[in-house]
């Protein structure tokens, strides 16, 4: 097996672990790049914050050939597989940076970007580390920009539907457990036993530990978020029970 197979299984294998904990994942890609092509067209310059394997960014350029991207992300070895899957395409750039660092953005190879776009990932973040990101995505981005976050965003006010969709996801969850498919930890203990993966894998662990501590707030929270941070839209562009894709436009 080559060592390009090798990375698109492991592309095939990361989305696939992702996809049980988020069966509909596609649609908010998918409605998150409808978003960035009416805002920006069909040649936007891509900021994939937290890109992890870069699965936002492998979807920006199959539907944009002409796009460029740039893969933000601390994870040693899931930076490790989005190099190795795009290894070759000049249109993606990949820069090792912590979001945390007030600094972060001096990484980037451009000072400003189309559109910035993350899922699953921010809710790592405490509120106000969360906030202080917002102000400085505003920041990177070009007048009539757009920002997306497709993330947990919980609605506590209906809790009886909440238990209802709990309970039937958990059930789905089991069924495709059984039939083989890789949870968090197990696709991570995997990850460690290849030899190509085994030390950057190591020191992710080192500077995460087996989870980050976050926190998670509702859609009116993110969109009120952005506005202070000087968007002058912010609103829901798309909802699950569970989660939510929040946008901001310059």
């Known amino acids: ?28 890609f998918r409605v998150m790049l409808d978003m960035v092509e009416a805002v920006a067209g069909p040649a936007p ?12 960014s492998a979807r920006v350029l199959r539907r944009f050939p002409d796009a460029r991207v740039t893969g933000v992300d601390l994870d040693p070895a899931l930076l490790t597989i989005a ?32 559109a910035v ?27 009539g920009g757009v920002f997306m976050n497709a993330d947990h965003m919980p609605d506590e006010s209906t809790p009886r539907l909440n238990a209802a969709e709990r309970a039937l996801r958990h059930a789905r969850m089991e069924r495709e457990q059984a039939a083989g498919v890789l949870d968090w930890e197990t696709w991570w203990m995997t990850a460690a036993a290849d030899e190509r993966l085994a030390e950057p894998v190591a020191r992710r662990y080192e500077i995460f530990g087996s989870h980050a501590d976050g926190e998670f707030q509702p859609v009116e929270w993110h969109a009120q978020a952005l506005r202070e941070a000087g968007f002058g839209e912010a609103r829901c562009v798309w909802r699950s029970v569970t989660d939510a894709i929040v946008l901001g436009l310059k």
């Open 45 to 56: 310059r891509v900021l994939d914050l937290a890109c992890g394997t870069g699965s936002i």
């Open 1 to 28: 097996m080559t060592a390009v197979t090798d990375w698109q299984a492991w592309q095939d294998s990361w989305d696939r672990q992702q996809e049980w904990y988020l069966p509909d994942r596609e649609e908010r």
């Open 83 to 114: 190099r190795g899957y795009f290894e070759g395409d000049d249109r993606i750039t990949f820069v090792t940076a912590d979001l945390q660092d007030a600094k972060w953005t001096q990484r980037l190879p451009h000072t400003r970007y189309d």
């Open 117 to 143: 776009l993350t899922a699953t990932a921010l809710h790592w973040l405490c509120t106000e580390p969360l906030r202080q990101l917002y102000g400085r995505i505003a920041g990177v981005l070009g007048d």
